[in-house]
């Protein structure tokens, strides 16, 4: 079967960094989103990955190695708006979204 | 403002009532998704269509049905609700390569 493993609750502190890991078992492989979701409010669009290596884009980064069947969400310079669920996705060789249950993220000053 | 609008926000529905969620978008995309939020579970997939005049069935179709007339709107639609349809749905689009998704804000429907 197809599965998304991440965990389910990380804390964090303020200014500090944190890694969300994200390890997936699909049939086939045509990419791995990162969402956010705030509690109460839909998610939203942060990184997309089809090929191995690191994305960067301001405070957050994504990083993809397919072989390992593995991602992770890096946020730096942490921020009390940063406290929400992350979700992972993959998307299939059917490309239909493959949506991890997703971690929620808590930040303390 | 270009999005997606979901209708109603909120709707407390009687088992056994039959139950529409309304989902408009503006931004001409092709694809467009509803998906059910449960606690401790991902976002699974209820039904799609990948343009006007098509659908199809995701992980969980049973007990709901869909329509797609025109590009803008993609009701969701419950024939005969019961309890196990509690949950928060949204509605999704997507038009570019990469797939990325945009999102409606949410119904929170509750079956008694």
């Known amino acids: 079967g197809q599965n998304i493993d991440q965990p389910t609750e990380m804390t964090a502190t303020e200014g500090a960094i944190v890694q969300i890991n994200c390890t997936y078992q699909t049939s086939g492989f045509n990419g791995l989103f990162w969402y956010q979701q705030h509690a109460g409010e839909a998610p939203t669009f942060l990184s997309y990955?089809?090929l191995d290596g690191l994305e960067e884009k301001g405070r957050f980064s994504s990083f993809l190695s397919r072989s390992k069947g593995y991602s992770y969400l890096l946020l730096k310079e942490l921020q009390m708006k940063d406290s929400a669920s992350y979700l992972c996705?993959?998307?299939?060789?059917?490309?239909?979204?493959?949506w991890g249950a997703g971690t929620k993220l808590i930040i303390k000053p | 403002i270009a999005g997606i609008t979901q209708a109603p926000t909120s709707q407390i529905l009687a088992a056994g009532r039959r139950m529409t969620l309304r989902c408009t978008q503006d931004?001409?995309?092709?694809?467009m998704y509803w998906y059910r939020q449960d606690l401790g579970l991902g976002l699974r997939l209820i039904h799609y269509s990948n343009t006007a005049g098509t659908t199809g069935k995701g992980e969980v179709p049973d007990g709901y049905s869909v329509s797609r007339a025109n590009t803008d709107d993609f009701p969701l639609t419950l024939a005969s609700a019961v309890p196990s349809q509690t949950s928060v749905y949204f509605c999704a689009s997507s038009g570019d390569y990469t797939g990325e998704l945009f999102f409606g804000e949410g119904s929170r429907l509750t079956v008694l």
């Open positions: 931004m001409r995309h092709n694809a």
């Open positions: 990955n089809v």
């Open positions: 996705a993959v998307r299939d060789s059917n490309y239909q979204l493959i």
